[in-house]
């Protein structure tokens, strides 16, 4: 229980490795706010984790606007009293090669993956300050180190989020604030799921262990960043990829 009296606050969170880390939050002792654009589903996923004897709300939040942040923010804090925690992990992809891709697929990757992030820290960073105290984990990708065919919109929007990290891991860093970054590898999920057996056979001939990661195994490195053990760790990205990259 090692985030007990500690309130989490992660976005993207009613499927997939957002709803894999607020439940492992939760089984440390950790309250949370299970945030997403989908409001049923977050509604489930919150009522699931409750059973696990924590306090949970469900808010229902685009990431990329920002007055949608402020407002779901207020009432998150309204509810649970504060944000020691927060998970920026909402994500989208709209893959397809540089020359079809067209500025729509651009915006809109942008400005979930990287605005929504921005959104969402400068928000409660501000909250984070005053408190002197506070652990943001952005889930960045591997490929926003290494590319990927199909993936100028998704990789640019990675490489953004890996580079806010450091910067804002520099701004805050006195405040008693840690930021860092998860860089999940290939993960069995919806986003996953959706890609042809040939996409999915090439992207396992570059995994050593020769198998996908779990929702799980991203979380663990999560709960690690949110807790006390990593209270001298900031500015830095934790590869969890089963060996797919090596050289960063
Ligand atoms: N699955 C992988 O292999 C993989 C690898 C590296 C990084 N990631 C990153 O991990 C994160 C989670 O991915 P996942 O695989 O669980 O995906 P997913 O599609 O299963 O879940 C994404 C969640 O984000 C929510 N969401 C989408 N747009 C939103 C918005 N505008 N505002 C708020 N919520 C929004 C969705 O409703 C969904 O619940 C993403 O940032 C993704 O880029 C995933």
Do not use: H
């Amino acid at each position: 229980m090692k985030l007990k009296g500690k309130t989490a606050l992660i976005t993207g969170a009613a499927q997939g490795i957002g709803k894999a880390i607020a439940e492992a939050l939760a089984k440390e002792g950790a309250d949370v706010i299970v945030s997403d654009i989908n409001l049923e589903l977050a509604s489930q996923t919150a009522m699931e984790i409750e059973k696990l004897g924590v306090k949970t709300m469900a808010l229902k939040t685009n990431v990329s606007d920002f007055c949608d942040v402020e407002s779901g923010v207020s009432q998150a804090v309204q509810q649970m009293g504060k944000i020691d925690i927060l998970v920026n992990n909402a994500g989208i992809t709209k893959d397809t090669l540089l020359l079809r891709m067209k500025k729509e697929d651009w915006d809109a990757v942008i400005s979930v993956n990287l605005t929504g992030v921005f959104n969402c820290t400068k928000i409660v960073s501000a909250l984070m300050m005053k408190q002197r105290s506070g652990k943001i984990i952005n889930i960045a990708s591997i490929v926003g180190e290494m590319g990927n065919v199909g993936q100028t919109n998704y990789s640019a929007s990675k490489a953004g989020v890996i580079g806010m990290t450091k910067t804002v891991a520099r701004e805050t860093a006195s405040r008693g604030i840690c930021v860092n970054a998860v860089a999940p590898g290939f993960i069995s999920t919806a986003m996953t799921d959706k890609l042809s057996p040939e996409v999915k056979e090439a992207m396992l001939a570059q995994v050593p262990m020769k198998k996908m990661g779990l929702p799980e195994d991203v979380a663990k490195a999560v709960v690690f960043l949110a807790g006390s053990d990593s209270d001298y760790i900031t500015g830095q990205v934790i590869n969890v990829n089963g060996g797919m990259l090596m050289n960063t």
